[in-house]
């Protein structure tokens, strides 16, 4: 396993900027980003975007609030095909909170790009009229894993066009419990798709699940940004 690593804790490190507008985007995704007010990569972002854009499975740990959502966000935006309504890209969270924020910051990363539907599926609120919304084409979904799991079981959600498949704050989905409900919420992804996993910390388990569900991934960890 490649693991490209930086350690930045240390005073005299050489802090170079990366800016968005060098990185392959289209205009229109590059001015999403600048109408939010982010010119400059941060950390995570700097080290793992180009990994993702090329198409990489990666695992990227750095700490809550560094700017991981965009990481994926980014990445699965630029390979989204607005003209096809199935499920293009899934990104399992686990808490409905996370999922909400992670609708959110998708939705804001792509606030002048019409016509493209993000949707949470999480528990909490009723199943059907997210199946209604399912039945009327979307193209990137949010959900907590049980929910995800019932949707999958009950073929409202299929997956057969899924590219992208994201699971953030994998270590908190462990710790949770939910490592069997993603296990099978993956087993219904097509084995040709990019993986990306998510987490702040970095212990075995996270790497066995890894091991489990991604292909060649690379690791980057981003020790103690500041
Ligand atoms: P994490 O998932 O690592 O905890 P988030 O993705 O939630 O972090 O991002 C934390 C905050 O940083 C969010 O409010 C987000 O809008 C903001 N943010 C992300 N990337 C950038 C950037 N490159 N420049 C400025 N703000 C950013
Ligand atoms: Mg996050």
Do not use: W
Not at 7 to 29: G, I, N, Q, R
Not at 198 to 225: C, G, H, M, W, Y
């Amino acid at each position: 396993m490649a693991t490209v690593r930086r350690h930045s804790h240390c005073l005299e490190s050489v802090v170079t900027t990366v800016k968005f507008s060098s990185l392959p985007l289209t205009p229109a995704l590059l001015d999403n980003i600048a109408s939010l007010g982010y010119t400059e990569l941060t950390p995570i972002q700097a080290e793992s975007l180009p990994l993702i854009l090329d198409g990489n499975d990666v695992i990227a740990q750095a700490k809550t609030g560094s700017g991981k959502t965009a990481c994926f966000g980014i990445g699965l935006l630029s390979r989204l095909d607005l003209t096809d309504f199935n499920v293009q890209a899934m990104v399992v969270c686990p808490t409905r909170e996370l999922a909400d924020q992670v609708c959110n910051e998708l939705r804001k990363l792509a606030r002048f790009t019409q016509n493209i539907k993000v949707l949470a599926l999480c528990g909490g609120t009723p199943a059907r009229p997210q199946a209604e919304s399912l039945a009327h084409g979307v193209h990137i979904v949010v959900g907590t894993p049980g929910r995800l799991q019932e949707h999958l079981r009950k073929r409202h959600l299929r997956l057969d066009n899924l590219n992208t498949l994201v699971l953030d704050e994998a270590d908190r989905m462990l710790d949770m419990g939910f490592e069997e409900a993603v296990s099978e919420v993956i087993s219904y992804a097509p084995k040709q798709r990019q993986t990306l996993l998510f987490s702040a910390t970095f212990a075995d388990p996270i790497r066995e699940l890894s091991r489990k569900f991604q292909n060649n991934p690379l690791t980057v960890s981003i020790e103690n940004n500041h």
